[in-house]
């Protein structure tokens, strides 16, 4: 018979992660005059029902945005570069458990966000796809979009400047919360995996880092699709909270 998991203590890493967590509004996140900055420009907005309060992520992007393939491929080429080199720990992660999260076999990968394969496929193209390297089909499908959410196999390797959005991120979680509010908090589909949202021992995960994924977000956010698939993430690793018996935030 299985045991029961005993409940969090306060002094955990995923308790002392979510402490150093900035939530709120997002600011701008590009330079007057930037890339992203003129094409947000450009974006065609098409009224909707207010549903989100003022300020939040969803009402200044107000959905039914139009982005052409460039626009999307711009976001996040820009987002790529804002994790390029920031990571969890101003340390290597990876020798904690011997990069768990990089190993993997021929069927092993991480999903894709909505429009990246756009920009993964460009360079795929330009650079040559890594050996193992492949992007297809999963089984989620977005009514938003009628389109299915892609899939990334790598076979636990790959060039790092390549590695896909969910990498990047990793063991960490965007949002909306009620509030059209992009918010962080633990990926607990990594709790088995990583030391870092299981261990009360192990230094925090940067707040810095936290901060720069809600930045990426708050960017990413107006992509189609982006907002479904993010509610079927935080919806799946909800209910393995619960199952851990960790608080609900």
């Known amino acids: 018979m299985k045991k029961a998991l005993p409940n969090k203590k306060k002094s955990s890493a995923i308790d002392r992660m979510q402490t150093n967590v900035v939530h709120g509004p997002a600011r701008r996140t590009t330079r007057p005059g930037s890339d992203i900055d003129r094409m ?27 982005l052409s393939e460039t626009n999307i491929r711009d976001i996040w080429h820009t ?15 990876g020798v904690l458990c011997g990069a768990q999260c990089c190993k993997g076999g021929t069927d092993d990968g991480m999903l894709l966000f909505p429009g990246e394969e756009l920009l993964l ?17 999963s089984n989620i499908i977005l ?50 995996m990583c030391p870092l949202l299981s261990r009360s021992d192990l230094s925090p995960i940067q707040s810095v880092f936290a901060q720069r994924v809600q930045k990426v977000f708050s960017m990413a956010v107006q992509i189609p699709g982006i907002i ?16 851990l018996g960790l608080p609900q935030q």
């Open 40 to 66: 947000q420009t450009n974006v065609v907005h098409r009224p909707t029902g207010r549903t989100t309060q003022p300020g939040s992520a969803i009402d200044r992007m107000q959905t039914n945005v139009i």
């Open 79 to 93: 987002s790529y570069q804002l994790l390029s080199f920031l990571t969890p720990l101003k340390t290597d992660c």
């Open 121 to 137: 496929t460009e360079s795929l193209r330009e650079a040559g796809a890594p050996s193992g390297f492949s992007i297809r089909n």
């Open 143 to 192: 009514e938003s979009t009628g389109k299915p959410v892609q899939y990334l196999t790598c076979q636990g390797k790959c060039t790092r400047e390549m590695r896909p959005m969910a990498c990047r991120i990793f063991p960490l979680l965007p949002y909306l919360d009620a509030y059209g509010h992009i918010r962080v908090k633990p990926d607990l589909r990594a709790y088995a």
């Open 228 to 243: 479904e698939l993010l509610t079927i993430l935080k919806d799946e690793t909800d209910l393995i909270g619960r199952f």
